[in-house]
C-alpha cells in the first residue's frame, strides 16, 4: 500500500472523492496542505479575497449542482471568516465541507498564534464537525464528512485539521474507504407505508387542497415527482422562497410563491384550503405568519426527511418521515392504481375561487414615466435570458423582486440565502455557479448595499476569468429596511440611507472588468443587450431604480396568511 | 411537566458539548445532567432531566436524535421507571442534635459516612423528592454543604436501552 503524508492524503482523499473545485486561502497552519495541493493538478484551487466569499462560492455550487462544495482555510481568523457562509449554508441545508487548518495539537489550549476552537465555535451552526486526531485517520474522516454532508438532510461538515496532522515526513498507508457505516446517523430511506398511504386517501378526498413545496424538493432532486402528483391530482401548487423552481412557474397550476412577499392567490388558497400537502418545506415563520392564526380549515400532510421539521411550528396531522423523492413515487403509484378518482367538481369550484383570486391580483407593479422599477428589470433579465439563467441574489428589496418576476421553471436556478438572510451571498455564490457552468448564463442581481458586503470578488472574478452579470439594482437605500421604517416607525429612516456610494463603474474598471451604467427608462433594455452580448466580460451594471418602491404584497404583521398590505394604501 | 431523558452518546470528545450546546441554543431547559461510560466503554449513558410542554419535549429528542453522536435515547417518563439520585450532606451534629440526626437518617435509610465531633457526613440515594424531603426534615439551619449527583435512572422490567 502507499505511504502518504496527512497533507498528501488529504488531497488524495479530495480526489478519491472526485472534487473538482475548492475554493480557500493559505495561511499558516494549512501550509502543509496547500503544499500537498500544489504538487498536483486533479483539484483545482481558487483563491478567493476573504474567507466568507470562499463558503459562499462552495454553497453556490452545491446549489445549482446538488452536490457538495468544498472550503480549505487555515486556523483562526481564516476559521472564523467562514463562520457566516457555514450558518447560511445551514439553514438552508446546503450540503458542503469545510477543512480547516489548526494550530498543531500541541499547542491547542495554549492560546497559540491564530488559534480558535473552531469545534467550539461553529457547533451550533454545522449539521456536524470532526476534528482530526491522528493522520492516518484522515481518509476516513475526509469520506465520513463527504457522506455526512451530502447524506440525510443536508448540511455543512467543519472539518479541524492540527498542523502536525499533516506534517510531510510522517507518512501512513493510504486507502480511500469505499464505505461510511456509522452506528449512530442512519437517515430514513423510505417513508412509512400506512402513513403513504392515508395520505393518498386525503388528497383523492380533498375539496379545497393546496400543494406547498420547499427546499427540501429541489435538494431532494424530486421535481419530477412533485410535477407529475401535481398534474395527476390537478391540485394547485406554491413554492417556498427556498423552493422556488421546484414547480414550472409558468406552470397554470403553478400560484407563485407564498408568506410574507409572497403572491395574493398563494397566500389565499393557503388560508382557505383544507388540505396542505407540505413537501420539503418547514412553516418557516416567513411563511406561516401567527402560528395560531395559520390555516384554520386545512389539514396537514407533512414530507421530510428531517423528522424534527415535522410538528415543529405548526403540527401536522398525517407526518410521513423520508426522502422526498420516494415518498411522491410511492404516492403517484398509489393515486394511480386507486379506484377513487379526485373529486372534480369540488375542484373546479376551488380552481374558480383561486381564478377570482388571480383576478382580483395578480403578481404587478405601477409603472412610472419618470423612474425605472426594479421589478421591470427584472422582467427584461427574464426576457433576455429566456428564463434559463441561474441567478444568485443578496438580500433584501432586489431579492424580493426577483423571486417575484423571474419565472423560473426548472430547479437548482434560483440561488439565494432565504434562510439566514446573508449579505454578501450573491456574486460569490454566482462565481461558484460559473465556474461549473462557464456556458450558462449566470446573473447576481443585487444591491448597492449588499454588493459592498463582499465586492472585493470582483478581483477572484478576474483571476478566474468569470464573466457573471452583476444587476445593481442601485436605490441609495437599505430598501428593506427603509420600506420597514417607512412602513412601521413613520419614515423614520434611521441609518438606512448610503450617503457616499462609490462610482461603481470605476470601480469595476479598477478591477479589469466592464461596467455599464443605467438611469433612463429608455435605455433599459438595449443597454442590458449590451451587457449580455458580452460572453466572455464581467460586466457590472449598476441600473439607477425608483428609490420609493416598496415590495408589496406584504403580510401584515402577526396576521394570519390572508392579512396582506397590496400596495402603500390597499390592505386585505 | 418533568421528563426524564436517558441517551446513549458515542464516548468521544465532545459530544457531551454537543448535547449541552443543544439544549442553550434551542433555549430548553436543564435541571441536572448526569453522564459517565458504560459497560462498553465506546458509549457513555447520559441522563437530562428536563420540562417543558409535550411539544417542546418532542422537538428536544427529535434535536437530540439529529446529532450524529447520540446512538440511541429514551424519555423514561413515558412508562414506569426507576429514578435514583445520590446526594452528600454535611450537617452540624453536636450535643444532643447527634441522636435526632441519627434517628432521622434511619428514618430515609440514609448511612453517616463520616464523623468528626461536630458534624456528620450523609450519603443518602432515591428519588429526588425524597432528597429533597431529608433536607427539609433536618431543618436547614443546620446544613454546612450539599451535593447531588443529578437524576440517573432505567426502565423497569425487561425494556432496556441498548444498541
Known amino acids: 500500500m502507499e505511504l502518504l503524508s496527512g497533507a498528501d492524503m488529504l488531497i488524495r482523499s479530495l480526489q478519491d472523492e472526485g472534487i473538482e473545485y475548492i475554493y480557500g486561502y493559505p495561511g499558516g497552519a494549512a501550509l502543509h496542505i496547500y503544499d500537498a495541493l500544489f504538487r498536483q ?31 480549505l482555510v487555515t486556523s483562526g481568523p481564516g476559521a472564523t471568516n467562514t463562520i457566516t457562509g457555514i450558518a447560511t449554508a445551514f439553514m438552508d441545508s446546503i450540503p458542503m465541507v469545510v477543512l480547516c487548518g489548526q494550530v498543531a ?39 465520513k464528512a463527504y457522506y455526512i454532508a451530502a447524506t440525510g438532510r443536508p448540511g455543512p461538515v467543519v472539518v479541524d485539521i492540527p498542523k502536525d496532522m499533516t506534517t510531510p515526513n510522517e507518512r501512513y498507508e493510504y486507502e480511500y474507504p469505499k464505505k461510511v457505516k456509522l452506528r449512530s446517523y442512519n437517515p430514513a430511506i423510505r417513508g412509512h407505508a400506512g402513513q403513504i398511504r392515508k395520505a393518498a386517501e386525503m388528497l383523492l378526498a380533498a375539496k379545497r387542497p393546496i400543494i406547498y413545496a420547499g427546499g427540501g424538493v429541489v435538494l431532494g432532486k424530486a421535481s419530477e415527482q412533485l410535477t407529475d402528483l401535481a398534474h395527476m391530482l390537478g391540485h394547485p401548487v406554491t413554492n417556498t422562497l427556498m423552493g422556488i423552481g421546484s414547480f414550472p412557474a409558468s406552470d397554470k397550476q403553478s400560484l407563485g410563491w407564498l408568506g410574507m412577499h409572497g403572491s395574493y392567490e398563494s397566500n389565499m388558497a393557503m388560508h382557505h384550503s383544507d388540505l396542505i400537502l407540505a413537501v420539503g418545506a418547514r412553516f418557516d415563520d416567513r411563511v406561516t405568519n401567527a402560528t395560531e392564526k395559520f390555516c384554520p380549515g386545512a389539514r396537514i400532510i407533512h414530507i421530510d426527511i428531517d423528522p424534527a421539521s415535522i410538528s415543529k411550528t405548526v403540527e401536522a396531522d398525517v407526518p410521513i418521515v423520508g426522502p422526498v423523492d420516494s415518498v411522491l413515487k410511492e404516492l403517484i403509484a398509489l393515486v394511480k392504481e386507486s379506484k377513487a378518482k379526485p373529486d372534480n367538481d369540488a375542484l373546479k369550484a376551488w380552481w374558480k375561487q383561486i ?63 432565504g434562510g439566514l ?10 462565481m461558484g455557479v460559473k465556474l461549473s457552468y462557464p456556458d450558462d448564463d ?45 412602513m412601521n416607525y413613520e419614515s423614520r429612516h434611521s441609518q438606512s440611507y448610503m450617503e457616499s456610494l462609490p462610482d461603481f463603474i470605476k470601480l469595476a474598471e479598477a478591477y479589469g472588468h466592464v461596467g455599464i451604467r443605467i438611469d433612463r427608462k ?39 396568511m390572508k392579512d396582506m398590505w397590496l400596495s402603500k394604501t390597499e390592505r386585505v | 411537566m ?16 454537543r448535547v449541552v450546546g443543544l439544549f442553550s441554543q434551542r433555549n430548553y431547559n436543564i435541571e441536572t445532567l448526569t453522564v459517565a461510560p458504560t459497560e462498553d466503554e465506546t458509549l457513555s449513558r447520559l441522563t437530562v432531566t428536563t420540562t417543558g410542554s409535550d411539544r417542546v419535549i418532542e422537538q428536544i429528542t427529535k434535536q437530540l436524535n439529529k446529532l450524529i453522536e447520540v446512538v440511541k435515547l429514551v424519555d423514561l417518563t413515558e412508562g414506569s421507571h426507576i429514578e435514583r439520585e445520590l446526594m452528600l450532606i454535611k450537617l452540624k451534629a453536636s450535643g444532643s442534635q447527634r441522636a435526632e440526626i441519627k434517628r432521622t437518617v434511619d428514618i430515609f435509610r440514609g448511612q453517616i459516612v463520616d464523623v468528626t465531633s461536630t458534624v456528620y457526613t450523609v450519603q443518602l440515594a432515591g428519588d429526588s423528592d425524597k432528597l429533597d424531603a431529608f433536607i427539609q426534615a433536618v431543618g436547614t439551619t443546620g446544613v454546612l454543604e450539599v451535593v447531588r449527583s443529578g437524576v440517573s435512572g432505567i426502565a423497569r422490567g425487561e425494556k432496556v436501552l441498548s444498541i
Not at chain 1, 385 to 395: E, I, K, P
Open chain 1, 41 to 71: 493538478d486533479k483539484v483545482k484551487h481558487i483563491l478567493v479575497r476573504h474567507e466568507q466569499a470562499a463558503v459562499h462560492m462552495a454553497d453556490g455550487y452545491a446549489r445549482a449542482s446538488g452536490k457538495p462544495g468544498t472550503v
Open chain 1, 442 to 486: 449566470v446573473i447576481c442581481v443585487t444591491g448597492e448595499g449588499s454588493i459592498q458586503m463582499n465586492i472585493q470578488e470582483l478581483s477572484t472574478c478576474k483571476q478566474y476569468n468569470l464573466p457573471v452579470k452583476v444587476v445593481n439594482l442601485n436605490n441609495q437605500a437599505l430598501g428593506m429596511v427603509k420600506q420597514w421604517q417607512d
Open chain 1, 355 to 417: 381564478d377570482e383570486w388571480r383576478a382580483f391580483h395578480g403578481m404587478r407593479y405601477e409603472k412610472s414615466d419618470t423612474y425605472i422599477k426594479p421589478q421591470e428589470v427584472i422582467e427584461a433579465l427574464h426576457r433576455l435570458t429566456n428564463g434559463d439563467a441561474y441567478v444568485t441574489t443578496d438580500v433584501g428589496q432586489h431579492q424580493m423582486f426577483t423571486a417575484q418576476y423571474y419565472k423560473f421553471n426548472k430547479p437548482n436556478r434560483w440561488i439565494n440565502s
Open chain 1, 421 to 430: 438572510g446573508t449579505m454578501g451571498f450573491g456574486l460569490p455564490a454566482a
Open chain 1, 105 to 143: 495539537s500541541t499547542l491547542i489550549g495554549e492560546d497559540a498564534f491564530q488559534e480558535t476552537d473552531m469545534i467550539g465555535v461553529s457547533r451550533p451552526v454545522v449539521k456536524h464537525n470532526i476534528s482530526v486526531r491522528h493522520p492516518s485517520e484522515i481518509p476516513e474522516v475526509i469520506r
Open chain 1, 522 to 560: 429608455e435605455d433599459l433594455e438595449p443597454k442590458l443587450k449590451e451587457a449580455f452580448a458580452m460572453k466572455d466580460k464581467l460586466v457590472f451594471i449598476d441600473i439607477y431604480v425608483d428609490p420609493h418602491e416598496h415590495v408589496y404584497p406584504m403580510q401584515v404583521a402577526r396576521g394570519s
Open chain 2, 2 to 17: 418533568r421528563r426524564i431523558i436517558s441517551v446513549l452518546l458515542e464516548n468521544e470528545p465532545g459530544a457531551l458539548s
